[in-house]
């Protein structure tokens, strides 16, 4: 057997490859970097959680989570241990089968989009050449997971829910492909580490009104305020997971913190030019950049959440037709022209046009959206 040499984390940190001669080879690589990306998830997902209950008590003028542990540290664990010893409760008529391989199907496929994401690099599970195309497909597995639950739990409030769902992420699905598109058309590459390394500027400058529509968008497909139409309480009680108790409540509340995650690593690497910072070339230091843009991108979705009301459902759809896919398509249009037509301007030109352009965009179409008294006109 080989000897080996080589120190296992630094080289998944600082390369995302290990040796070659590291024993088993494929496999025992792939097993270190899922039990890491796992860990991430889990960790940041309580993190996150903390973070959204400290900083949101802020802006409703409280203290928020401060007895279990320094500062209220130890909140989350709580509630974890909390959730895992409820009863599981499963209603008599509903799909047993269905019912239990829902919250399965939810969260699965918002782990494996983690697989590649670059936390700095090299240093990604897969680097594919086509990494945003893997991320656009397998983002939207996680909604077939939320329409089992509304159609397994035999539920009217679930299954309303449910059509809500494919409603919704339908809609919002076509803006955001097409805001991803232009970030393509700038970097010249599909591969998520290639964007990062493309970006000279970071693209939330040659691309405010892709990062907005991809922002906007982003919120509606994991269900966050003010597009939280698939749980709207007053509406429809706790939405897809209502008849859902016990650990399998536990892995839908995971799988929108997941999304969560995963929406803010996305837009970290598409526009805030990933790990890259001042002396990203000592170690670790590109992955504490990366986090950092992480938690401030979640930290715009909690401010978000805590400034804005919910929306109706009819203007979520109407805000997704009339709105943002228009702004798509223009905004491509206006990509796919300064890269065909102007390849050798400097981008810091661009910058200044996509700006102002990006101003009068939105100030034009934010014209179909008026408040009008007691009424809201969409």
Same mark, same amino acid.
């Given at each position: 057997?080989?000897?080996?040499?080589?120190?296992?984390? $630094?080289?998944?940190?600082?390369?995302?490859?290990?040796? $070659?001669?590291?024993?088993?080879?494929?496999?025992?690589?792939?097993?270190?970097?899922?039990?890491?990306?796992?860990?991430?998830?889990?960790?940041?997902?309580?993190?996150?959680?903390?973070?959204?209950?400290?900083?949101?008590?802020?802006?409703?003028?409280?203290?928020?989570?401060?007895?279990?542990?320094?500062?209220?540290?130890?909140? $989350?664990?709580?509630?974890?241990?909390?959730? /895992?010893?409820?009863?599981?409760?499963? $209603?008599?008529?509903?799909?047993?089968?269905?019912?239990?391989?829902?919250?399965?199907?939810?969260?699965?496929?918002?782990?494996?989009?983690?697989?590649v994401i670059p936390f700095?690099?090299?240093?990604?599970?897969?680097?594919?050449?086509?990494?945003?195309?893997?991320?656009?497909?397998?983002?939207?597995?996680?909604?077939?997971?939320?329409?089992?639950?509304?159609?397994?739990?035999?539920?009217?409030?679930?299954?309303?829910?449910?059509?809500?769902?494919?409603?919704?992420?339908?809609?919002?699905?076509?803006?955001?492909?097409?805001?991803?598109?232009?970030?393509?058309?700038?970097?010249?590459?599909?591969?998520?580490?290639?964007?990062?390394?493309?970006?000279?500027?970071?693209?939330?400058?040659?691309?405010?009104?892709?990062?907005?529509? &991809?922002?906007?968008?982003?919120?509606?497909?994991?269900?966050?305020?003010?597009?939280?139409?698939?749980?709207?309480?007053?509406?429809?009680?706790?939405?897809?997971?209502?008849? &859902?108790?016990?650990?399998?409540?536990? /892995?839908?509340?995971?799988?929108?913190?997941?999304?969560?995650?995963?929406?803010?690593?996305?837009?970290?690497? /598409? &526009?805030?030019?990933?790990?890259?910072?001042?002396?990203?070339?000592?170690?670790?230091?590109?992955?504490?950049?990366?986090?950092?843009?992480?938690?401030?991108?979640?930290?715009?979705?909690?401010?978000?959440?805590?400034?804005?009301?919910?929306?109706?459902?009819?203007?979520?759809?109407?805000?997704?037709w009339k709105c943002l896919?228009?702004?798509? /398509?223009?905004?491509?249009?206006?990509?796919?022209?300064?890269?065909?037509?102007?390849?050798?301007?400097?981008?810091?030109?661009?910058?200044?046009?996509?700006?102002?352009?990006?101003?009068?965009?939105?100030?034009?179409?934010?014209?179909?959206?008026?408040?009008?008294?007691?009424?809201?006109?969409?």
């Amino acid at each position: 057997m080989p000897t080996v040499t080589h120190n296992i984390l $630094p080289t998944v940190l600082n390369t995302g490859i290990l040796a $070659p001669d590291w024993p088993a080879g494929f496999w025992s690589h792939m097993i270190i970097f899922v039990v890491i990306l796992f860990l991430f998830v889990i960790f940041m997902a309580m993190g996150f959680i903390y973070f959204e209950r400290r900083v949101i008590s802020r802006f409703q003028i409280r203290i928020g989570p401060n007895r279990v542990g320094p500062f209220g540290l130890f909140q $989350p664990v709580a509630d974890v241990i909390k959730i /895992l010893i409820k009863e599981d409760i499963v $209603p008599l008529n509903a799909d047993k089968l269905i019912h239990l391989l829902a919250p399965v199907a939810a969260i699965v496929p918002a782990i494996m989009v983690f697989a590649v994401i670059p936390f700095q690099n090299g240093a990604a599970l897969a680097n594919l050449n086509i990494g945003i195309l893997y991320i656009v497909a397998i983002s939207s597995v996680s909604v077939v997971g939320m329409v089992m639950a509304g159609w397994g739990s035999n539920n009217k409030y679930a299954l309303v829910s449910a059509m809500r769902v494919i409603a919704q992420v339908v809609s919002y699905e076509i803006p955001l492909a097409l805001a991803i598109i232009g970030v393509i058309l700038f970097a010249g590459t599909l591969s998520m580490n290639g964007i990062v390394l493309a970006q000279k500027i970071p693209y939330i400058l040659l691309q405010p009104l892709g990062f907005l529509i &991809y922002f906007l968008g982003s919120m509606a497909e994991i269900n966050r305020t003010p597009f939280d139409l698939l749980e709207a309480e007053g509406e429809i009680v706790a939405g897809y997971n209502i008849e &859902y108790s016990g650990f399998k409540f536990a /892995l839908f509340y995971l799988t929108e913190y997941t999304e969560a995650i995963a929406v803010s690593t996305i837009i970290t690497t /598409l &526009y805030l030019s990933g790990w890259r910072g001042p002396f990203d070339s000592l170690p670790v230091l590109p992955v504490i950049w990366f986090l950092i843009k992480v938690f401030a991108v979640f930290a715009l979705i909690i401010w978000v959440r805590a400034t804005l009301p919910r929306l109706r459902i009819d203007q979520v759809m109407g805000f997704a037709w009339k709105c943002l896919l228009p702004l798509a /398509l223009i905004n491509l249009l206006i990509t796919g022209a300064q890269v065909v037509f102007w390849p050798n301007v400097s981008q810091w030109v661009f910058v200044g046009v996509n700006i102002v352009l990006a101003g009068l965009l939105i100030i034009l179409f934010s014209r179909f959206f008026r408040t009008t008294g007691d009424k809201i006109e969409a």
